[in-house]
């Protein structure tokens, strides 16, 4: 089981840039598949971005591809999520999220951050 701690989050005007970490314990970490997710004031919970075991392997919603890049260092046991040209509908909370398989990181992650928030100003 690894337990998981965003940070990075904070207040950006449209069009800057952020980068989220997610730092996780536990020896198993490099074994498990990894997401970001995010709610929005008064939506559900939606999938951002997710990345395999490896690294080689990275999924994203359509609403940020080709803006946001996901990536993880398995020595560092850290998994990171760079938002370029941010948009105010980006506005949320965001989680970490870790499951042991890739198909199950976007749907239902077994394992959840405490959320970071991050604001887009018009």
């Known amino acids: 089981q690894v337990t998981l701690v965003e940070s990075g989050g904070g207040l950006v005007q449209a069009g800057g840039s952020l980068r989220l970490s997610c730092a996780a314990s536990?020896?198993?970490?490099?074994?498990?598949?990894m997401g970001w997710f995010r709610q929005a004031p008064g939506k559900e919970r939606e999938f951002v971005a997710a990345?395999?075991?490896?690294?080689?392997?990275?999924y994203y919603a359509d609403s940020v591809k080709g803006r946001f890049t996901m990536s993880r260092d398995n020595a560092k046991n850290m998994v990171y999520l760079q938002m370029n040209n941010l948009k105010p509908e980006d506005t949320a909370v965001y989680y970490c999220?870790?499951?042991?398989?890739?198909?199950?990181?976007?749907?239902?992650?077994?394992?959840w951050g405490q959320g970071t928030l991050v604001t887009v100003s018009s």
């Open positions: 536990g020896r198993t970490f490099g074994t498990y598949a």
């Open positions: 999220a870790a499951s042991e398989l890739l198909l199950l990181v976007r749907t239902t992650p077994r394992v």
């Open positions: 990345i395999g075991s490896s690294g080689s392997s990275t």
